[in-house]
Every structure is written in C-alpha cells, then in structure tokens.
C-alpha cells in the first residue's frame, strides 16, 4: 500500500468487493474491505492487535471519503446505487485494473491481455450507441442535437446534482475508453448476428461526447455550481 493515496486504496477496496460478486455494496462492506486492506489507513486508533495494528475498522474514516465531495465521487470512480449503498463506475474499474498492473496506465490493455466488457459496461454502451444524439450524428444532423439528447445521453436531466454529473460523465467516458480498448481487438456485437461496431463507430461517438460538452458547457456549469449531495 506504500505510495498509495486515500482514494486509491478505496479504490483497491471497492474492486476487491466488485471482484468477489458484490457489484453494489454498502458503506459498511466498504469499511470492512478497506480496514481489511491497509488497517493502518482505515483502522480505529488505541485499539491494536497482538501484532500491534488496529484491531477495528474506522467507519467515519471512509464515510468521510464516501459521503461527501470528496475525490472518489468527484471524479466518477464511485457512485451512489441507493441510500448508504455504491458501486464502482467503469471509470473505476479501470483505474483499479491500472493500479493492480493490469493495464499499462494509460487506460490502454497490454498486448495479448483483454480488459473484458462488463455486464454494466455494455449495458451502458448500448445504450450510448442507441441514443437520440447518436443517431442524429449517423443522419448527418449533429446540428440538431438538443440539450435534452445530450442529457438522455449522459444520463443526467436539468435538475441533477453537480455530483450525479460528474458521476454520469465519469462513467460514460470510462465506458467509452473500455469501448475503444476492445474494439481495437475485434468489432463490438451485442448480439449473435447483430450490427458490428467498429473502431470508427466508436471514435464517433466520443467525439460526439467532447462536442456536446463544448456546446453545452453553459447549462453544465448551472449543474456544477449546485451544492453538491451528501
């Protein structure tokens, strides 16, 4: 754990919960995975073991990190699913891979290793290659693209939090990165016999994604200036 900061050994502790089935878990499964991980980091003071390490995990120590705009959620690695319950998005997914070596840290799968599409992933996936906004710009009608097609897009609407943003584009664009490590393996099919989709098709989509951001930055910075939610 040694050069490690606060958030990526949360990071390390949440994908260990995501790894062993728990997609969604609760604050407290987060509490015990990270105390568990580095108990020097996350264990309670004045309470040590035989060993002389903290015997009992420290919940105010990751609800700190979890609750409120603090890093971990600021930049879309963890999202809430529920009340007290969370789950990693794809952004944090593959910076856990980049942590644990499996990627060379430029978000890129080394050669002959597959960074695998998840089942969230390519449910998201799907639905930004099936958007409104998308299929304005395969029309050549990008012009046309609304704020309403943008946020259908991002998942977000006009009264969401300046958190849920950053959340909804930190998972998107960690879904587009995933999208694009896999379709410079083979083109992406959703189904037996379905529509292809090809490096292109993808880069398409991400710059759809830059542009949208660029020409609705002003109604974005009226979500980003929200006070956020705990």
């Known amino acids: 754990m040694a050069g490690l900061t606060v958030v990526e050994k949360l990071l390390l502790a ?17 509490v015990v995975a990270a105390w568990r991980l580095d ?27 979890i609750m409120g705009s603090k890093p971990i959620r600021k930049q879309g690695l963890l999202v809430k699913a529920g009340t007290k319950t969370f789950r990693l998005t ?19 799968v080394p050669a002959g290793e597959k960074l695998a599409l998840g089942r969230d992933t390519t449910r998201t996936l799907r639905k930004l290659l099936g958007s409104r906004a998308v299929q304005k710009v395969r029309s050549a009608r990008e012009a046309d693209v609304t704020f309403h ?18 959340g909804r584009l930190g998972e998107v664009e960690g879904v587009l990165r995933a999208a694009l490590s896999a379709a410079d393996q083979r083109p992406i099919r959703f189904e037996h016999g379905g529509r292809a989709y090809t490096r292109e098709d993808v880069d398409q989509v991400i710059a759809l994604h830059h542009s949208m951001l660029e020409r609705f930055s002003g109604q974005l910075d009226v979500i980003r200036s929200r006070r956020d939610e705990r």
């Open 39 to 65: 108990p020097d980091t996350f264990g309670l003071a004045g309470h040590l073991d035989e060993n002389g390490r903290p015997a009992y995990p420290n919940s105010n120590r990751v609800f700190a990190e």
């Open 149 to 166: 097609d943008a946020s259908s897009f991002w998942g977000i609407s006009p009264r969401s939090s300046a958190m849920q943003l950053q």
């Open 90 to 108: 794809e952004s944090g997914r593959q910076r856990a891979h980049e942590l644990l070596g499996a990627t060379d840290g430029n978000g890129k």
């Open 14 to 30: 949440a994908a260990g919960l995501a790894s062993a089935g728990d997609a969604t878990f609760t604050a407290e499964d987060l």
